[in-house]
Nanobody, 123 residues
Framework: QVQLVESGGGLVQAGGSLRLSCAAS????????TGWFRQAPGKEREFVAA???????YHADSVKGRFTTSRDNAKNTVYLQMNSLVPGDTAVYYC?????????????????WGQGTQVTVSS
């Protein structure tokens, strides 16, 4: 079993930055791919970014150039640095994990999920 706990969400003005953390416990996630998803009210959960255990990263076009995901395997923690935030980024952000290496953009491809953290960007 893998437990994931997100932190770092909050309220920020447009143009500001936040860094989300996703701490894993339980089985080691050093060989896992970790993804970030977000869900705004009334919308489907959408892919934001992913990082493999090798450190390869993938970002959705909507956040490319503004968001960066990274991982620290020694700390079993994955990060999502979010810069130049806009109101459209407001959502609950989730981290998710699954074994293996690949570009997994579908929420259904992940078996482990955190509880989510709210990010609100004011205009």
């Amino acid at each position: 079993q893998v437990q994931l706990v997100e932190s770092g969400g909050g309220l920020v003005q447009a143009g500001g930055s936040l860094r989300l953390s996703c701490a894993a416990s339980g089985r080691t996630v050093s060989t896992y791919t970790t993804g970030w998803f977000r869900q705004a009210p009334g919308k489907e959960r959408e892919f934001v970014a992913a990082v493999t255990w090798r450190g390869n990263t993938y970002h959705a076009d909507s956040v490319k150039g503004r968001f960066t995901t990274s991982r620290d395997n020694a700390k079993n923690t994955v990060y999502l640095q979010m810069n130049s935030l806009v109101p459209g980024d407001t959502a609950v952000y989730y981290c998710a994990a699954r074994p293996g290496v690949g570009v997994f953009r579908g929420a259904h491809e992940y078996g482990y999920w955190g509880q989510g953290t709210q990010v609100t960007v004011s205009s």
